[in-house]
């Protein structure tokens, strides 16, 4: 095909399901794992807590709830329920349980250090709020999109996760959720979901805030401890 | 909920008693009734099939959604009782293939149809192996009609087709284009490849096809399907609001949807417009393009103004 039959493509033409087949995607799994599915946020409302932890133990235990996030929603949200409608989500639900596995094989070195508070604040109010975008497209409740099984609140809250590491890690993790943020947009937009847009937003918004509290080490080297060193003191 | 009373229950029990005596009278849940239908010639053999077929592009790929599943299946349903045949499908539709053969389980109707799909790989030798998988995602022997997808790769498949064909693995070959892309080479295909079928998009907006395709097909004997009769919805998004012109039932048209139908299947070379829709409601409405009156040539030219003014 030449390049003015590729431009003659719109966002549309590249969607193959309709907006009821996608939303209901939140519904089935929901039905479907309940009252199992009721873990996944209950880890992801506990996570900041082991992250806050000065010791090392309880923030490796953060980063692997995140890790099975990652798999979870992966694998049940991704390949088994979205991918029979759209074959791209199979990609990239195989793309979650490897960022997953990665994050578990990490283990303590995910996170450098506790998670502060406002990184905290961030993501509770990332896994609290975020689930309802999805009930105002489908006034049910069966349809909330709850962390740990909805590709959109689990990336939106762990990029606050991967913002705080150091380069070139940080963006080694980042790769996977900024290439989803940028296509659920487009099928958002594409299917006409206007709320479902909140999560790439807010994945955004997030990874900007995380950015501000967490600078790389490598772009401000003071950033991992709030006290300067003996040698750095002014006279 | 609904509620049932004595009264409903009796309609309901009078309204099975006829359907068991006459199983066409429920097709006539068709806003027809006995009317006939609406068909046409396939030029390379002359056997007829029904001017209004069903697409599945976005309706049909619902995953394992049982209770969406269900649904299209009432919506396959409602087309075979309105003396549809013709369905069309791809490997590309996601789990389409699968509902559509969920479906025709469900209705034992796998004899009922005119059953056509695509190949669409870009490896130019996989086209038996796609044909097979259809075949078994359809639950059926074999195709009536096998099309090259858009192109791709389309002298192997084409090449592949003819073999197929003189086998007797199908019936009829062709290949398919949409959204008015890629005409110029459609019609050089059209002019030298021993084609049953063409696939093309043609509405009342999207016209192209009236200057070479349509009457290319006629001189070479090629039956004609329509793909995006609707503009993929978005010409009832334009002009639903809108009133129907006031000669519309001069010109046999009752419901925009008859509106946008009957101006295709009106074209002479036109063999059948292959609609999709999610609903049992639209199904009947389209299927109520392939009865009564069709417009003539003078007032599909009145039909071409009248949206274009709006």
């Not at chain 1, 709850?146 to 609140?153: Q, R």
């Amino acid at each position: 095909m030449n390049r003015a039959t590729w431009l003659s493509y719109s966002l549309q033409d590249f969607v193959m399901f309709g907006p009821e087949v996608f939303l209901r995607l939140f519904a089935r799994i929901n039905q479907d794992l309940w009252p199992w599915l009721l873990l996944w946020p209950l880890a992801g409302l506990v996570l900041p807590w082991f992250g806050r932890q000065a010791a090392e133990l309880p923030r490796r235990l953060a980063m692997a709830l995140a890790g099975l996030a990652w798999i979870g929603c992966g694998y049940l949200f991704l390949v088994r329920y979205y991918g029979p409608v759209n074959w791209p989500a199979t990609g990239f639900g195989w793309a979650f349980v490897v960022q997953g596995l990665l994050l578990l094989l990490m283990k303590g070195r995910a996170l450098p250090a506790p998670m502060t508070w406002p990184v905290a604040v961030s993501w509770w109010l990332a896994i609290l709020l975020l689930p309802w975008l999805s009930v105002l497209e489908m006034p049910d409740l069966w349809a909330l999109a709850l962390f740990g099984l909805a590709p959109g609140v689990t990336v939106a809250a762990t990029v606050l996760l991967f913002a705080g590491q150091p380069s070139p890690l940080r963006w080694l993790l980042l790769a996977l959720p900024l290439a989803w943020t940028l296509f659920s947009a487009a099928t958002y937009w594409a299917l006409g979901t206007f709320w479902l847009l909140g999560f790439p937003v807010a994945t955004l918004v997030l990874l900007i805030v995380a950015l501000r509290v967490n600078p790389s080490p490598a772009q401000n080297p003071g950033s991992q401890s709030a006290r300067p060193g003996p040698g750095r003191q002014s006279p | 909920m609904l509620e049932l009373s004595r009264r409903r229950f009796l309609i309901g029990v009078g309204l099975s008693g006829l359907a068991v005596a006459s199983p066409r009278l429920i097709a006539a849940g068709s806003p027809t009734g006995e009317q006939s239908f609406h068909s046409r010639p396939i030029p390379s053999t002359g056997e007829s099939v029904p001017a209004i077929g069903m697409g599945t592009w976005i309706t049909f790929n619902v995953g394992g959604d049982q209770y969406l599943i269900d649904e299209r299946t009432r919506v396959l349903e409602t087309f075979l009782a309105q003396n549809g045949t013709v369905i069309d499908c791809s490997p590309m539709y996601g789990s389409a293939a699968d509902v559509i053969g969920t479906g025709l389980d469900k209705l034992g109707a796998h004899d009922r149809i005119f059953a056509a799909t695509k190949i669409w790989t870009s490896d130019g030798s996989e086209t038996r192996e796609q044909a097979a998988t259809s075949e078994r995602r359809w639950g059926i022997d074999r195709f009536d009609l096998l099309q090259v997808h858009n192109l791709l790769a389309w002298q192997e498949h084409l090449a592949t087709l003819k073999e197929m064909k003189a086998e007797g693995r199908v019936r009829y070959i062709g290949i398919t284009t949409s959204h008015g892309r890629r005409h110029r080479e459609l019609a050089r295909v059209m002019e030298t490849e021993p084609l049953d079928f063409v696939q093309l998009t043609y509405n009342v907006l999207d016209r192209e096809a009236e200057e070479r395709l349509l009457p290319l097909a006629r001189e070479r004997d090629i039956a004609v399907i329509v793909n995006r009769p609707f503009q993929g919805g978005s010409l009832f998004r334009r002009f639903q609001s809108e009133p129907l012109p006031s000669w519309a039932a001069e010109a046999g048209v009752g419901s925009w949807a008859e509106f946008f139908l009957k101006f295709i299947i009106s074209h002479p070379a036109v063999t059948c417009a292959i609609p999709a829709t999610t609903s049992v409601e639209h199904m009947q409405e389209n299927m109520g393009a392939m009865y009564g009156q069709l417009p003539d040539a003078s007032q599909r030219r009145m039909m071409a103004e009248y949206v274009r003014q709006l």
